[in-house]
């Protein structure tokens, strides 16, 4: 049964000029349960029906017939408020998770429709710094939502692995490198002679058109030593960004980055000149989108080489053929925007009417407390420093409060990195923020290490509970306890959550629902005796204990956490 459901059929009913999905979209859930379980605010109803939001509640509710799944419905300042049947949201939400277990708000709305999900995305040779956190951490996130509520999803990194960067890196290398150096230290090498390249341009400029040059060498092929370059710079960036992706427990389908579509870059740029879209503008060729206030798109540099758009119109278009995908998410940052408009207004202009199945997940940015992030200027807190200081930094909290803690390390690694995951999700996606060290490594208040320990502690009173919960629970016991049904109310609202968070692509609708729990939870566990209570009450509240870790666990997974038994 869902409760939500039967109070928008019952105002439905007495609403004809309202479809039901307005009338769902309006209820809410009040902020005081003993102001009820649903309220429908009535103050949009005042022009239709030209009375004061407040008679119009108190003449709704007169018509609206008391059931078996709705104990009593009532006016309160405006609001038709409702007070469903104690029971039997106990009954359905209890029995409910525990029969589905870890498959508990999972659902076949994606019917198993291919959904690509693009995320992280670093550039090879540049450090995997703080600024990585925000894509890498929401696009997991969505990967794993839209895998929970039934899509097929398949993760690509698409590494930033081509462009004239590389042109740049390899003539700083081949002026100023020592390769014996930068094998010992490949990033950071690497970095310093990329932040160097830039000092020696601005006093040379031909230096820019140099590296130019080397990249139009690596795009055609025509120099195998600037290949061999490009190619050993790829794969120390790699084995730099795997342990960070290990630490993450991330794994992709797919690191097709940009080179793997320069082959597929001359079919799209013959497409553009079949359907007479390409102008010549200063040798170069773009596509001029000034009717749709934009700047025009730039497809060819003067020189022949390629670009960001021409790689990812390409790879846009190999996604379409290889996985006929339902839809084709981005999660890239919010200064990316003007590019993705531009690129998906092409493909229309191409005929391409699956363009409006790629959406951009944009998000705000990050900078430090002293200025913003510059790969440029060597300005960057690198991430696996920020995971290794959160992971160093719970160690030394575990050994204070609980030393003997089996596998310590392990539990330090997911509580460390789960902190920093939680914190990246705990905000919309869209703001901007600041990033600090203080911040990132408290372990307070509203946290992910919070709702780590909180699952710990219901797998901590399951253990010496041993209770046998497949044997009949009284439901009623539950039904009375306003502590437990607050928590019961707020794990029936899952698959809800799951679907706000994937229609609207944010994870941290996910995040405030697990804390929800939490602290619901919590606050039944210290007002209520669950292990020292008579064993018909034990074995129920036991129950609604497990139901909580089940929904705690599988929440975190969505959210790329790990659940500790422990901590």
């Given at each position: 049964?869902?409760?939500?459901?039967?109070?928008?059929?019952?105002?439905?009913?007495?609403?004809?000029?309202?479809?039901?999905?307005?009338?769902?979209?309006?209820?809410?859930?009040?902020?005081?349960?003993?102001?009820?379980?649903?309220?429908?605010?009535?103050?949009?109803?005042?022009?239709?029906?030209?009375?004061?939001?407040?008679?119009?509640?108190?003449?709704?509710?007169?018509?609206?017939?008391?059931?078996?799944?709705?104990?009593?419905?009532?006016?309160?300042?405006?609001?038709?408020?409702?007070?469903?049947?104690?029971?039997?949201?106990?009954?359905?939400?209890?029995?409910?998770?525990?029969?589905?277990?870890?498959?508990?708000?999972?659902?076949?709305?994606?019917?198993?429709?291919?959904?690509?999900?693009?995320?992280?995305?670093?550039?090879?040779?540049?450090?995997?710094?703080?600024?990585?956190?925000?894509?890498?951490?929401?696009?997991?996130?969505?990967?794993?939502?839209?895998?929970?509520?039934?899509?097929?999803?398949?993760?690509?990194?698409?590494?930033?692995?081509?462009?004239?960067?590389?042109?740049?890196?390899?003539?700083?290398?081949?002026?100023?490198?020592?390769?014996?150096?930068?094998?010992?230290?490949?990033?950071?090498?690497?970095?310093?002679?990329?932040?160097?390249?830039?000092?020696?341009?601005?006093?040379d400029p031909s230096l820019e058109d140099?590296?130019?040059?080397?990249?139009?060498?690596?795009?055609?092929?025509?120099?195998?030593?600037?290949?061999?370059?490009?190619?050993?710079?790829?794969?120390?960036?790699?084995?730099?960004?795997?342990?960070?992706?290990?630490?993450?427990?991330?794994?992709?389908?797919?690191?097709?980055?940009?080179?793997?579509?320069?082959?597929?870059?001359?079919?799209?740029?013959?497409?553009?000149?079949?359907?007479?879209?390409?102008?010549?503008?200063?040798?170069?060729?773009?596509?001029?989108?000034?009717?749709?206030?934009?700047?025009?798109?730039?497809?060819?540099?003067?020189?022949?080489?390629?670009?960001?758009?021409?790689?990812?119109?390409?790879?846009?278009?190999?996604?379409?053929?290889h996985y006929d995908f339902f839809k084709?998410?981005?999660?890239?940052?919010?200064?990316?925007?003007?590019?993705?408009?531009?690129?998906?207004?092409?493909?229309?202009?191409?005929?391409?009417?699956?363009?409006?199945?790629?959406?951009?997940?944009?998000?705000?940015?990050?900078?430090?407390?002293?200025?913003?992030?510059?790969?440029?200027?060597?300005?960057?807190?690198?991430?696996?420093?920020?995971?290794?200081?959160?992971?160093?930094?719970?160690?030394?909290?575990?050994?204070?409060?609980?030393?003997?803690?089996?596998?310590?390390?392990?539990?330090?690694?997911?509580?460390?990195?789960?902190?920093?995951?939680?914190?990246?999700?705990?905000?919309?996606?869209?703001?901007?923020?600041?990033?600090?060290?203080?911040?990132?490594?408290?372990?307070?208040?509203?946290?992910?290490?919070?709702?780590?320990?909180?699952?710990?502690?219901?797998?901590?009173?399951?253990?010496?509970?041993?209770?046998?919960?497949?044997?009949?629970?009284?439901?009623?016991?539950?039904?009375?306890?306003?502590?437990?049904?607050?928590?019961?109310?707020?794990?029936?609202?899952?698959?809800?959550?799951?679907?706000?968070?994937?229609?609207?692509?944010?994870?941290?609708?996910?995040?405030?629902?697990?804390?929800?729990?939490?602290?619901?939870?919590?606050?039944?566990?210290?007002?209520?005796?669950?292990?020292?209570?008579?064993?018909?009450?034990?074995?129920?509240?036991?129950?609604?204990?497990?139901?909580?870790k089940i929904v705690i666990k599988n929440?975190?997974?969505?959210?790329?956490?790990?659940?500790?038994?422990?901590?």
């Open positions: 049964m869902d409760f939500k459901q039967v109070v928008t059929e019952h105002l439905k009913q007495v609403i004809p000029d309202m479809s039901e999905s307005e009338i769902e979209q309006l209820i809410e859930v009040p902020p005081n349960p003993e102001m009820g379980d649903y309220s429908f605010p009535c103050f949009k109803l005042a022009k239709l029906y030209r009375k004061s939001p407040n008679q119009i509640a108190e003449d709704l509710a007169k018509q609206i017939s008391v059931t078996d799944s709705i104990e009593s419905v009532s006016n309160m300042g405006g609001y038709i408020n409702f007070v469903v049947n104690k029971l039997l949201l106990a009954t359905k939400v209890i029995s409910n998770v525990l029969r589905e277990g870890d498959n508990y708000g999972k659902c076949n709305y994606g019917q198993n429709r291919n959904v690509v999900v693009e995320y992280s995305s670093p550039n090879i040779a540049k450090p995997f710094h703080i600024g990585h956190i925000r894509s890498t951490a929401i696009g997991h996130a969505i990967d794993r939502i839209y895998e929970f509520i039934g899509f097929n999803t398949i993760s690509v990194n698409h590494l930033g692995d081509y462009g004239t960067q590389f042109g740049k890196l390899i003539v700083a290398i081949r002026r100023w490198g020592d390769r014996e150096e930068i094998a010992k230290n490949p990033i950071n090498e690497l970095l310093k002679l990329y932040t160097r390249f830039h000092d020696e341009a601005e006093e140099e590296a130019r040059e080397v990249f139009h060498q690596l795009e055609e092929k025509t120099d195998q030593d600037v290949v061999d370059f490009w190619q050993w710079i790829r794969d120390v960036s790699m084995a730099e960004f795997n342990r960070v992706y290990k630490l993450l427990g991330i794994e992709y389908d797919s690191w097709a980055g940009e080179s793997f579509y320069s082959d597929k870059m001359p079919a799209i740029v013959e497409h553009l000149e079949k359907m007479d879209l390409l102008k010549e503008s200063q040798g170069a060729q773009i596509v001029d989108l000034e009717e749709f206030n934009m700047p025009p798109a730039l497809i060819k540099k003067k020189d022949g080489s390629t670009l960001y758009i021409t790689r990812d119109l390409a790879a846009s278009k190999y996604r379409k053929d084709n998410i981005y999660v890239v940052g919010s200064p990316q925007e003007l590019h993705f408009k531009q690129w998906k207004k092409v493909h229309e202009l191409s005929g391409y009417d699956w363009a409006n199945d790629c959406i951009h997940v944009a998000f705000g940015t990050i900078s430090l407390e002293d200025g913003v992030l510059s790969t440029r200027k060597g300005r960057v807190v690198v991430l696996e420093d920020v995971l290794r200081k959160s992971i160093e930094k719970t160690k030394e909290i575990i050994q204070q409060k609980n030393p003997n803690l089996e596998n310590l390390d392990k539990v330090a690694e997911q509580v460390g990195v789960g902190a920093i995951v939680f914190q990246e999700l705990s905000n919309s996606r869209i703001k901007d923020y600041t990033f600090s060290w203080d911040r990132a490594l408290t372990f307070e208040g509203e946290t992910g290490p919070y709702t780590q320990y909180t699952h710990a502690r219901c797998c901590s009173l399951l253990e010496r509970g041993k209770a046998d919960l497949s044997e009949e629970i009284d439901y009623s016991i539950l039904a009375k306890n306003m502590d437990a049904i607050n928590v019961i109310k707020r794990i029936d609202t899952f698959n809800e959550v799951l679907m706000r968070s994937a229609n609207k692509y944010e994870p941290h609708h996910l995040t405030r629902f697990v804390l929800d729990v939490c602290q619901a939870f919590n606050k039944f566990y210290h007002d209520n005796p669950i292990l020292s209570a008579k064993e018909e009450e034990k074995r129920a509240y036991l129950a609604l204990v497990k139901c909580t929440a975190l997974w969505i959210l790329g956490m790990e659940a500790p038994e422990k901590m």
